[in-house]
């Protein structure tokens, strides 16, 4: 169905920013967060019952009924809810991890490309939406001491992104086995003296 036809609902965002964390509903006829995003009629979003918090600062929050956000100031917005897909609006496409790169946060997950590209590069080459999506996400901030947190959906907003690429989580310690326990040549180190 067309977004003109369907019921206006109320949609939970939590958009991060340069230094708020920004939580409240948008009103939409879009089911999709990476739809309200790369939609949206106007460049902000209007949200209600809303809540700031300046990240790294534990202060009291700032709480507002309605409050106007500018997109271009969006790092990335979180979704935490899921969504049905809807069967008109799917594409085959491929999955891919990735890390993103979105000052002064770093975003690990799951990045979908189209599929029958010929290779990564000319995949992430057509990522042309404002707002890309990272499915089973996780972002955080070393420098801000904001923890890791997971997420089903982080939309990222590309223009203030830095880095897009392929990664494979790796265990620094892998192969890193255990030291045996050395023994002493027979004769030596045998005695209280050595």
Known sequence: MYPAFTE?????????TDSLITRGWVRTRQHRVTDILNLAEQPFLILEDVTVDEM?????????DVAQINLASVLFAVADAPVEP?????????AAEAIVSVPPFR???????????ISLREALSELASPFIPVTNATYWSDRLGEARRTAL??????????????????DPWAGLAAPAPSTPPQGEGSGPLG
């Open 56 to 64: 790294g600062d534990r202060g009291q929050p700032i709480r507002a």
């Open 153 to 170: 959906l982080v939309a990222v907003n590309q223009r203030r992104t830095q880095i897009l690429a392929q990664h494979k989580e790796v």
């Open 107 to 117: 975003i690990t997950g799951t990045i979908h490309l189209m599929q029958g590209e």
């Open 86 to 94: 809807s069967p008109e609006l799917r594409t085959p496409k491929r």
């Open 8 to 16: 206006l609902g109320r949609v939970e965002l939590t958009l991060y």
